[in-house]
């Protein structure tokens, strides 16, 4: 009789939606755990703009629809979907947590849907959280043994409810066992919190990317393309994205929200829209230098992003603005602040071979896998690792 698996239940963005960070990590851990996997809802109190409403009904067709799915969903790339996969929970819950009478209606409603795997007389391996808004259900089951994986500081994120991100992330670090946090400004946030996180930076797939062919370097008169992919809205630094546009053709991957009005109208930035993450490796055969154009904000100095080793993955020159995250491999790409001198630099990367230095310096990457980075999670959060 083959023995019983243990069990991982993760609160986290929607499953198969983007590939953040936790779902890198569980999908390696899907061959000895049975995942449950709960998809949230965020913050932003929904508007009536286009993309409030195309995510209003995505979330409607998960609530009306299966309970529970053990499957990639059906817009997922088609590679995907015969892959192991969690089973999905999109329990129903109101979109809002400023106030407490709204905070107790979430946490009755996530109590009564997910009682089965949140039973503390069958306790899983650990329940992970990303999110602060399941504060209110881990104060109600102090048995189980609580995560909190902290990926961003999303009190500083463009358009969520601060306060009560901020309120509520108080609220639940009493109740986790363990904290894990993706970046050093996040570990020293959480410090200053009276809290002792772990570090543990995001990883990459190296097979992924190794497929990436820089395409020949553009003739004289035509303009190099620089190119960004993820998300689009106020963490970027406009100056340094119109500089860009000015010098090479800036092409933006991904979705937007509240993207400033001037590169919408300037002639030289390109929206490509939403790709799907099996398709960036054909993306950046397409670009010449690819770019990370962050302001220098609250909200970036604490991310780690995930495009950050993909870019460097590709072989292809990188120039980004010096944030904490990037500065840990500055050896391995350009990092400019001022943004004429970015969009100069990107220009001259574009139109070279990668520099020699650079391409060295990316062989540290063969250390960041995916696959190292979720046998360090695991022992972090079964508490085999305290350090």
């Given at each position: 009789?083959?023995?019983?698996?243990?069990?991982?239940?993760?609160?986290?963005?929607?499953?198969?939606?983007?590939?953040?960070?936790?779902?890198?990590?569980?999908?390696?851990?899907?061959?000895?755990?049975?995942?449950?996997?709960?998809?949230?809802?965020?913050?932003?109190?929904?508007?009536?703009?286009?993309?409030?409403?195309?995510?209003?009904?995505?979330?409607?067709?998960?609530?009306?629809?299966?309970?529970?799915?053990?499957?990639?969903?059906?817009?997922?790339?088609?590679?995907?979907?015969?892959?192991?996969?969690?089973?999905?929970?999109?329990?129903?819950?109101?979109?809002?947590?400023?106030?407490?009478?709204?905070?107790?209606?979430?946490?009755?409603?996530?109590?009564?849907?997910?009682?089965?795997?949140?039973?503390?007389?069958?306790?899983?391996?650990?329940?992970?959280?990303?999110?602060?808004?399941?504060?209110?259900?881990?104060?109600?089951?102090?048995?189980?043994?609580?995560?909190?994986?902290?990926?961003?500081?999303?009190?500083?994120?463009?358009?969520?409810?601060?306060?009560?991100?901020?309120?509520?992330?108080?609220?639940?670090?009493?109740?986790?066992?363990?904290?894990?946090?993706?970046?050093?400004?996040?570990?020293?946030?959480?410090?200053?919190?009276?809290?002792?996180?772990?570090?543990?930076?995001?990883?990459?797939?190296?097979?992924?990317?190794?497929?990436?062919?820089?395409?020949?370097?553009?003739?004289?008169?035509?303009?190099?393309?620089?190119?960004?992919?993820?998300?689009?809205?106020?963490?970027?630094?406009?100056?340094?994205?119109?500089?860009?546009?000015?010098?090479?053709?800036?092409?933006?991957?991904?979705?937007?929200?509240?993207?400033?009005?001037?590169?919408?109208?300037?002639?030289?930035?390109?929206?490509?829209?939403?790709?799907?993450?099996?398709?960036?490796?054909?993306?950046?055969?397409?670009?010449?230098?690819?770019?990370?154009?962050?302001?220098?904000?609250?909200?970036?100095?604490?991310?780690?992003?995930?495009?950050?080793?993909?870019?460097?993955?590709?072989?292809?020159?990188?120039?980004?603005?010096?944030?904490?995250?990037?500065?840990?491999?500055?050896?391995?790409?350009?990092?400019?602040?001022?943004?004429?001198?970015?969009?100069?630099?990107?220009?001259?990367?574009?139109?070279?071979?990668?520099?020699?230095?650079?391409?060295?310096?990316r062989a540290a990457l063969a250390h960041e896998t995916w696959a190292e980075k979720a046998r360090r999670f695991e022992a972090l959060f079964r508490g085999e690792d305290e350090a």
């Open positions: 009789m083959t023995a019983e698996r243990p069990r991982l239940v993760v609160f986290s963005d929607d499953w198969g939606r983007h590939p953040s960070s936790a779902q890198h990590l569980v999908r390696e851990l899907l061959g000895r755990y049975d995942v449950h996997w709960v998809n949230t809802v965020g913050t932003r109190r929904p508007s009536l703009n286009l993309h409030d409403l195309k995510r209003g009904a995505e979330k409607l067709r998960a609530w009306l629809g299966p309970r529970a799915a053990a499957q990639a969903p059906a817009d997922a790339p088609a590679d995907a979907r015969d892959e192991p996969a969690p089973t999905v929970h999109a329990p129903v819950h109101w979109p809002g947590f400023g106030t407490r009478l709204e905070r107790a209606l979430n946490r009755r409603l996530l109590q009564r849907a997910l009682g089965e795997v949140l039973d503390p007389l069958r306790p899983p391996a650990a329940v992970i959280t990303t999110a602060s808004i399941v504060a209110d259900l881990a104060r109600a089951l102090p048995e189980l043994p609580w995560v909190y994986y902290c990926v961003d500081d999303l009190s500083e994120w463009p358009g969520l409810d601060a306060e009560a991100l901020r309120r509520m992330e108080l609220d639940l670090l009493p109740s986790v066992r363990r904290v894990i946090a993706v970046s050093e400004t996040l570990v020293e946030r959480l410090r200053g919190l009276g809290v002792e996180a772990a570090l543990l930076t995001h990883g990459i797939d190296l097979a992924h990317w190794s497929g990436v062919v820089r395409r020949p370097a553009p003739p004289p008169g035509e303009r190099p393309r620089a190119v960004y992919w993820g998300h689009a809205d106020r963490r970027l630094d406009s100056a340094v994205c119109l500089a860009l546009a000015e010098q090479l053709e800036l092409v933006m991957v991904g979705p937007t929200t509240d993207v400033d009005p001037a590169l919408r109208a300037h002639p030289h930035v390109v929206w490509r829209g939403k790709v799907d993450y099996a398709e960036l490796p054909r993306v950046a055969s397409e670009a010449d230098v690819l770019v990370m154009p962050y302001a220098d904000l609250p909200v970036t100095r604490a991310m780690q992003p995930l495009k950050l080793k993909e870019y460097l993955a590709t072989l292809l020159p990188v120039v980004a603005t010096p944030l904490p995250a990037n500065r840990a491999w500055a050896a391995a790409m350009d990092l400019v602040a001022e943004p004429r001198a970015f969009a100069a630099r990107a220009l001259e990367r574009a139109r070279a071979p990668l520099d020699e230095g650079q391409r060295v310096a």
